[in-house]
C-alpha cells in the first residue's frame, strides 16, 4: 500500500512559485512524488531547477493574477502541459503598507484583486476540473491576518480574513464531491513579502519576542503542512485553516 503522503502521479499547480513560501511549497510537493506546474509574473527558473532535481517534471505558466479573468486559461494550460491536474496551492500574493487614514483605492483594489479575487477564481476554474474528474485538493494561502487585525495592512487583513472564510464556504459546498479546500495560516516567514518587518529593527525585535519558536519561519517550514494538505492523508479534513507559525498564535 503505497504511503498515505505520498503524491506519486499527482500535478500541482502553485501560483507564485517562483519564490518565497511558493518556492518551498513547490519544492516540498516535488519532494513528496508530484510534478509541479508554476503560474506567475516572473521566471521560476530557479524553483524549476529544484524540482528536477527531485526527479519530477516542472512546467511553467506566464500569468499576472492582477487580473482574475486568467484563472481559467491558467488551469486549462496546466492540464495542457502536464497531462492532469490535482492539487492547486492558491498562494501568490502582495501585500500594502499605509496608515488606514491614508488608504487609497488603488491600495484596496490591487490587493485584494490577487489575494481573494484571483484566489476565488482559481478555486472555481480548478474545481469544475476537479469534480467532474472524481476529486481533488486546494490548499489557499491565509495569515495571521486571517485571526489578527494587524495594523497599517487594511487590504491585506481584510483579504486575508476573506481567504479563511472563503475557504470554509469551498469546503461546505465541495467536501461532498472528493474536493478538500483547506488554507494554510503562515506566521511569521522571511521572504520578500516581509522584508520591511525584518529591516525595521523595532518591528522585528517586537515579532521575534511573541514567536515561541524563536525564530523566524524558513520556506521549507511550510512544506509538511503543504503534503499533508495536499496527500491522501488529508482526506477527511476539510475548510480547516492550518497555523504554522512557530506558536505565535498559542502566545
Ligand atoms: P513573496 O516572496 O513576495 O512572494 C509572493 C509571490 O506572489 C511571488 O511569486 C510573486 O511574484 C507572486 N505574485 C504577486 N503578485 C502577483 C501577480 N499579480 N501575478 C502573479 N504572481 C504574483 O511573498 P511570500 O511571503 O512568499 O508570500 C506568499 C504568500 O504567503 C502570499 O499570499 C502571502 O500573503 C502569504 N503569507 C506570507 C507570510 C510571510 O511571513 N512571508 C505570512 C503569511 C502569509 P513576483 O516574484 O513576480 O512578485
Not at 488554507?183 to 525595521?200: E, K, M, R, S
Not at 511550510?222 to 506558536?247: E, I, M, N, Q
Request: hydrophobic share 45%; aromatic share 8%.
Amino acid at each position: 500500500m503505497s504511503h498515505p503522503f505520498n503524491l506519486d502521479g499527482k500535478v500541482a499547480l502553485v501560483t507564485g512559485g517562483n519564490t518565497g513560501l511558493g518556492q518551498g511549497m513547490a519544492v516540498a510537493l516535488a519532494q513528496a512524488g508530484a510534478d509541479i506546474v508554476v503560474a506567475g509574473r516572473s521566471s521560476a527558473a530557479e524553483t524549476g531547477k529544484a524540482v528536477e532535481a527531485a526527479g519530477r517534471r516542472f512546467f511553467e505558466i506566464t500569468a499576472d493574477f492582477s487580473d482574475p479573468a486568467c484563472a481559467d486559461d491558467v488551469v486549462a494550460e496546466t492540464v495542457a502541459k502536464a497531462g492532469s491536474f490535482d492539487i492547486l496551492v492558491n498562494n501568490a500574493g502582495i501585500i500594502r503598507r499605509n496608515d488606514a487614514l491614508d488608504f487609497t483605492e488603488d491600495d484596496w483594489d490591487s490587493v485584494m484583486d490577487v489575494n481573494i479575487k484571483s484566489l476565488f477564481f482559481l478555486c472555481q476554474a480548478a474545481a469544475r476540473r476537479m469534480i467532474p474528474a472524481g476529486g481533488g485538493k486546494i490548499i489557499n494561502i491565509a495569515s495571521m491576518l486571517s485571526f489578527q487585525g494587524g495594523i497599517r495592512v487594511a487590504s491585506y487583513t481584510a483579504s486575508k480574513s476573506g481567504v479563511a472564510g472563503l475557504t470554509k464556504l469551498l469546503a461546505n459546498e465541495w467536501a461532498g464531491q472528493g474536493v478538500n479546500v483547506n488554507a494554510i495560516a503562515p506566521g511569521y516567514f522571511a521572504t520578500n513579502n516581509t522584508a520591511a518587518l525584518q529591516a525595521d529593527e523595532e518591528r522585528n525585535a517586537q515579532i521575534l519576542g511573541r514567536i515561541p519558536a524563536g525564530r523566524w519561519g524558513d520556506p521549507a517550514d511550510l512544506g509538511g503542512a503543504a503534503v499533508f494538505l495536499a496527500s491522501a492523508a488529508s482526506d477527511y479534513v476539510h475548510g480547516t485553516v492550518l497555523a504554522v507559525d512557530g506558536g505565535w498564535l498559542a502566545r
